[in-house]
């Protein structure tokens, strides 16, 4: 069966940086554009950004543009999320998600949109 599972969450300051990685089994990587999601406690889950499934596009919500950055290795099954300078309203559970689209083009930032969710890592950011 499919499988997404993260790592690289934890507990850091603010200014910080962490690198998230979500490995995925179970499905055909290459063919799903990858994405990000969110959610604080109360709130619900938001878009943080994407990749499609060739790597050549991404998007990224305005609140962490020019912070945080998503690349994928197609041939490690892997995507990735790099969190710079992390704020405390960074601080949420993160997921990763996986969104059947295998001929590239624009991503996709609407949670019913995506097809396969991981469990989650914590990242908390304290001031």
């Known amino acids: 069966q499919v499988q997404l599972v993260e790592s690289g969450g934890g507990s850091v300051q603010a200014g910080d940086s962490l690198r998230l990685s979500c490995a995925a089994s179970g499905l055909t990587f290459s063919a799903y554009a990858m994405g990000w999601f969110r959610q604080a406690p109360g709130k619900e889950r938001e878009f943080v950004g994407a990749i499609n499934s060739i790597g050549g596009a991404t998007s990224y919500a305005d609140s962490v543009k020019g912070r945080f950055t998503i690349s994928r290795d197609n041939a490690k099954n892997t995507v990735y999320l790099q969190l710079n300078n992390l704020k405390p309203t960074d601080t949420a559970i993160y997921y990763c998600?996986?969104?059947?689209?295998?001929?590239?083009?624009?991503?996709?930032?609407?949670?019913?949109?995506?097809?396969?969710w991981g469990q989650g890592t914590q990242v908390t950011v304290s001031s």
């Open positions: 998600a996986a969104d059947y689209r295998p001929y590239g083009g624009l991503v996709r930032a609407l949670t019913y949109e995506y097809d396969y």
